[in-house]
């Protein structure tokens, strides 16, 4: 092709690109608009709510903001998400396998390579960027240090003060009077204090005590067990385990629990309740007490309802033929929740408040459909082979391998086939239909209606009996009286749409 006849091609392909983003357009914005020819690239403007997305390559380009969340990415390798109302900003690579988060209280970074984390709340801070760490205690303490190396940490891991060298070598902590000194971890470890002692060669033997609170020892771990613990309260507790011929364990003066080739058989009776179950595992379970009904035949039968006489608490189980049907019927709070499984990755959820009528809150039947519904919120995707309902696996992996889905959000409804070869969206009384740029129509209520060719070059409006008709973006228009037989050329000054 020569070059003469190249130039005018580039020139008109040049204006067609700008027409499609800014549009000839005289009249009023729509309030719904898209541009492009999805899915290999697409713009969509919405006016209320405020929505912008911009898609390019299928599902792997992607830019979206609402309602104050802007997103950006190239799935699957990397995602950006900021919510500007609560100062947050997350990054995702290869999600899940690399992470940072960044917000008003906190700090995290994650990855195969190293995790670290920057933390503060009511005076008290936490940095740690392995193998580097330090933090500040609200009394104004300060600890750090480098993994394995050396390291103190004060208020941490439910220990008051922990120190270590070369771990596992050496490490000390300290907690409730009692100061434990590991060398070798698990190996070696002594406990000293004014409250008790006792040491270990683990798994060989181990003694500890913790004067009138408890007394655990062990020989040849985990075949010879002894442990007494609450031994300052009314009801003190012993434990004996020949593992895994025998076990028994009592808490006075109530309960009583006997096992025989651990975990097969067991007997236990609680007194305080009535309580008294035995077990053949997994096959036979029986239960009763003043708050439980439980029998189990696995895997054919179960059932089980506990705090049965109690309103707005009780909770009940059934299975058929496991895993073939599960359902658990229970309350939270002041809400009563039905969740059935089929074949442990299909499932229907739903919820309903006292008195008010149920509703669906989330439906999956694996691995054909996934549905999740809020008050307010709806994401639909079909298929969906991995049955997760993980904010990252939905922005970054999911769209990939949907081939239609659809989303509810803050008055938006829309659905899309094909990453966005087919695509329907509904505002309000507005709503617009694209089909892959090709042919598009929307209309605005009853009074506003239009449809356009390849974005554009025919297109047709009519806004209140009043009809238009352009070719090829042309500045002027064919206009007349839907309902009279008056035609009028009217030329019309470009602007942007």
Known sequence: MS????????????????????????????????YG????????????????????LGPFVFHESFEGRDTWGIRPLFSRLEEKKAGNTQWEVLYPLGKFQSGVKNHRYFSP????????????????????????????????????FYGHLVNRFGKKDIRFFLWPLYARSEKDGMVKTNYLWPFFASYSGEKGEGSRFWPFWGHQVKRGVYQKDFFLFPFFVHIRKNLDTENPSETRFFFPFYGRRERQPYLHETH????????????????????????????????????????????????????????????WFWPVFKEKHYWAGKTEIRDTHFLILSRVLKERCAGASWWIKEQNMWPL??????????????????????????????????LAGGSTQGGMHRTRLLWGLYDHINVKEAALTDIAGFVQWEHEGADIHRFSFLQGILKYENISGHASLRFFFMPWRL???????????????????
């Open 260 to 319: 025989v080739l651990w975990p097969i058989f067991s007997d236990m009776q609680n007194d305080r309740y009535h309580y008294h179950r035995w077990d053949a595992w997994p096959f036979f379970t029986r239960a009763e007490g003043d708050t439980v009904d439980w029998w189990r035949f696995f895997p054919f039968y179960e059932y089980r309802i506990r705090n049965k006489d109690e309103k707005d608490r009780w909770d009940e189980k059934r299975i």
């Open 37 to 56: 020819f999805g899915p290999l690239f697409s713009i969509v403007r919405v006016k209320a709510p405020v929505f912008r997305e911009f898609q390019a």
């Open 369 to 402: 459909f996934h549905d999740v519904q809020g008050r307010h919120v709806r994401k639909w995707a079909f298929p969906d082979p991995l049955p997760f309902t993980f904010e990252g696996y939905i922005r970054n992996w999911r769209p990939l391998w949907t």
């Open 113 to 148: 390579l190293y995790r670290s984390d920057s933390y503060k709340k009511k005076g008290e801070e936490r940095f740690a960027f392995f193998p580097f760490f330090w933090g500040k205690t609200p009394e104004g303490k300060t600890y750090g240090g480098v993994f394995p």
């Open 3 to 34: 070059r003469k006849r190249v130039i005018p091609i580039l020139f008109v392909f040049l204006m067609g690109v700008c027409l499609l983003c800014f549009g000839a357009e005289a009249t009023a914005e729509p309030l719904i608009s898209k």
């Open 479 to 497: 206009n007349w009286q839907s309902k009279g037989q008056v035609i009028i050329f009217e030329r019309e000054e470009w602007g942007p749409r």
